[in-house]
């Protein structure tokens, strides 16, 4: 009498987020960051580069830049953590390392969200140093409180970073990672309002402006700008933006594949 087989199926990755695989993700990360320092560079210098080269290319005219500058401070730490964090999560699923790591019992939430908190440290210092730098050093005159437009500086850069997660899930190969930029970030970068207030735009133009999250985030910018105390408009901007970046994060992890077909 032959004994019937018993197949094992390997156990699912666990659907909720566990703390400690989450921080796990976030330091394996970081010390991958560590011993790759142009990438380092690239988000925590260019930001402040970029300011330096507007503050100057206005020279002659220090209100444009104060007109502007806040509002790029913004959008800068948003490109630049969308461009990295596409490209290296593109790159270790072409590489395998995200196959082996969803083989283990770490769930997509919990690899989006050790992503999100690695590159949002990150986001931390790189959002500090474009501050400051363009407060204190470059002179940008904000009636508001420095320290708002560093919580919507370091907003628009974890929302760089819930952008850059989700269309690497969409991406073949880090090339394809950057043709996203023109079809993500450029359409909101014309209609956010920084080259024409989005009230003077065309009603289907101004229409799209109003479900765009840089859109707010402009904003929000443009409310430390104008307003020495907190506004209800900034309020609302800003939940706006982290909303945005939440929900984004969440399709994330919902589209996250193994590997690279």
């Keep these: 009498m032959s004994t019937p087989r018993t197949t094992t199926r390997p156990s699912a990755p666990p659907s909720a987020l566990n703390a400690s695989r989450t921080l796990a993700t976030a330091a394996r990360v970081l010390r991958q960051l560590r011993h790759d320092p142009r990438t380092i560079a690239l988000m925590l210098l260019v930001p402040c580069l970029m300011l330096l080269l507007l503050r100057y290319v206005f020279d002659g005219s220090p209100r444009v830049f104060d007109n502007i500058g806040a509002s790029l401070l913004g959008i800068f730490p948003l490109i630049t953590m969308f461009l990295v964090t596409s490209i290296a999560t593109l790159r270790e699923r072409t590489s395998g390392t995200l196959e082996r790591l969803l083989a283990m019992p770490l769930g997509k939430g919990?690899?989006?969200?050790?992503?999100?908190?690695?590159?949002?440290?990150?986001?931390?210092?790189?959002?500090?140093?474009?501050?400051?730098?363009?407060?204190?050093?470059?002179?940008?005159?904000?009636?508001?409180?420095?320290?708002?437009?560093?919580?919507?500086?370091?907003?628009?850069?974890?929302?760089?970073?819930?952008?850059?997660?989700?269309?690497?899930?969409?991406?073949?190969?880090?090339?394809?990672?950057?043709?996203?930029?023109?079809?993500?970030?450029?359409?909101?970068?014309?209609?956010?309002?920084?080259?024409?207030?989005?009230?003077?735009?065309?009603?289907?133009?101004?229409?799209?402006?109003?479900?765009?999250?840089?859109?707010?985030?402009?904003?929000?910018?443009?409310?430390?700008?104008?307003?020495?105390?907190?506004?209800?408009?900034?309020?609302?901007?800003?939940?706006?933006?982290?909303?945005?970046?939440?929900?984004?994060?969440?399709?994330?992890?919902?589209?996250?594949?193994?590997?690279?077909?």
Excluded: K
């Design 110 to 261: 919990d690899l989006i969200a050790g992503y999100a908190l690695a590159f949002g440290a990150i986001a931390i210092v790189q959002s500090a140093l474009a501050t400051g730098l363009a407060v204190w050093f470059l002179g940008l005159d904000v009636v508001g409180s420095p320290w708002l437009l560093l919580l919507v500086a370091l907003l628009d850069a974890l929302l760089g970073t819930a952008l850059g997660l989700f269309v690497s899930a969409f991406a073949a190969s880090e090339f394809q990672a950057v043709q996203f930029m023109p079809a993500v970030i450029f359409p909101q970068l014309l209609l956010c309002g920084l080259f024409a207030a989005r009230a003077t735009m065309h009603p289907v133009l101004e229409g799209i402006s109003d479900v765009l999250p840089m859109s707010y985030a402009v904003d929000g910018m443009n409310e430390v700008l104008m307003h020495t105390d907190m506004t209800t408009a900034f309020v609302r901007d800003v939940l706006i933006v982290a909303g945005c970046a939440l929900l984004v994060l969440a399709l994330g992890a919902a589209t996250l594949r193994r590997r690279t077909a």
